[in-house]
DNA sequence: CGTAGGTCGTTGACTTGTCAACGATCATCG
DNA sequence: CGATGATCGTTGACAAGTCAACGACCTACG
């Protein structure tokens, strides 16, 4: 029974939930909140089983094992920096150490980029392409069992849409996939 | 934590799944990868933004909000630590560190739990309370920005659905929301 | 040219989380 | 009762990310 009235600061053009009852809410159930906690709830529920899979199976982590996975199916198999930075969506201090964990393990190594002497460019090697395919299976058995497996065609299709509609205006630079260094480009 | 995916775009119109040449995916692109990925950017590049809006705004990380209001929807406002820790969907440690944190700063207080003698629980300060209902403002602000705003009641039922489908199974113990220690609740 | 300002990747300092281990407490069962 | 084992919250040591600042480099414009 305590604290009975919400200053309501919010506009009241909509139809306001005034408290009601003594149990009041401390902020406005809205409608569309509960699949926006599904979301958050899914996420950390999800990532949690698969980054302790991926660890214990091949010692990598989520992040690193994107990041592997993105170099690979780059060009040549490398990657600018900046580029791994933005598809793994990590800073740029994130990703240099996070590569250098990957190159300290044999997975990938640096080269300079031959175009832009600032770049460098992270190149899978072939240790760290045989780590990505063994890494692969326990991945993606684990997507099936947690996400794929529970989800139909249609259920696929619908959060396909909606959540790329939701992700897609926030891609940080609307820049069209510029690849690498590279001259001529496959 | 971190920020992984799965798979892109395949290059043109190839539907071979065997191993092929020097160019091949390095791994098959199963249907409903995308929805996968569409997930996971999402989910990376939205709390991304909310967690830095909020932290200007009042000086909260989204773990410390998210904390502050499940606290706040407890009867009582307060909640046992083990309780708040599955909630927010933080190990023990890592909850006693962000309850330390949030009571430095005078949001919440700890306070023994008069049933077990090896309980602590969290109680909300009225300042606490009031941070959360300020920043709250600003938070349902940006959800609704990047979130709901761009998704219609059919998707956002779709989302629940399924997301609700998939996160339910991986609650960690799937005991029926048991409380607190207070002894008689409403 | 040449200099002013932007970008690139790295580093130091810091934040926030995890795991393993601990003392304290509960619960069970002899 | 008393021993045994589980659970609770905390702590030390560490892991992995961020931001600010740096030198090196690119670019553009006088």
């Not at 065609?153 to 897609?168: H, P, T, W, Y």
Request: glycine share 8%; net charge neutral; hydrophobic share 40%.
């Amino acid at each position: 029974m305590p604290t009975p009235s919400v200053s309501p600061r919010t506009q009241p053009a909509a139809k306001a939930r005034i408290a009601g009852p003594a149990t009041a809410a401390v902020v406005a159930d809205e409608p569309g909140i509960g699949a926006w906690r599904s979301f958050l709830t899914a996420h950390a529920r999800i990532t949690r089983r698969l980054d302790e899979e991926l660890q214990v199976a091949h010692g990598l982590s989520l992040a690193e094992y994107d990041a592997l996975l993105q170099i690979a199916h780059a060009p040549g198999r490398r990657v600018r920096m900046n580029v791994l930075a933005e598809r793994v969506i990590l800073s740029r201090s994130g990703i240099t150490r996070l590569v250098d964990r990957l190159e300290a393990a044999g997975s990938v190594e640096r080269a300079a980029c031959t175009t832009d002497a600032r770049g460098q460019e992270a190149v899978l090697t072939p240790l760290g392409l045989e780590r990505l395919r063994s890494a692969a299976t326990t991945h993606l058995d684990g997507v099936r069992r947690y996400f794929l497996g529970r989800l139909d065609a249609a259920d696929l299709a619908g959060l396909e849409a909606s959540l790329g509609r939701v992700a897609d205006p926030l891609a940080s630079g609307n820049h069209p996939t510029h690849e690498g260094c590279s001259p001529a480009e496959a």
